[in-house]
């Protein structure tokens, strides 16, 4: 598998919210989550766990959209 900084390709956005973000890093099969200043490359595996469980505190908390003011941010570009 070649390393992060051996590929030339631009990584592609997958899901871009006022939240987080999600880059797919061709050339090295690895996702950005991207979290304001925070930045995880992490394989798919580590998503889908972050994910799910995300989703088991929503669900376990029952918040729903009307909880969260949703806020515009500038776009990031990663280098």
């Known amino acids: 598998m070649p390393s992060h900084k051996d590929h030339q ?13 999600l880059w797919k890093c061709e050339g090295c099969e690895m996702v ?13 595996t580590h998503i889908v ?3 799910n469980t995300l989703n088991l505190a929503v669900y ?4 729903t959209a009307s909880h969260s003011e949703t806020k515009s941010f500038a776009k990031r570009t990663i280098n």
Request: net charge negative; hydrophobic share 40%.
């Open 9 to 21: 390709e631009k990584p592609k956005p997958l899901a871009v919210s006022p939240y987080c973000e």
């Open 32 to 44: 950005h989550f991207i979290m304001g200043d925070i930045s995880l490359r992490l394989n798919w």
């Open 49 to 51: 766990g972050i994910a």
């Open 60 to 63: 376990e908390r029952d918040v």
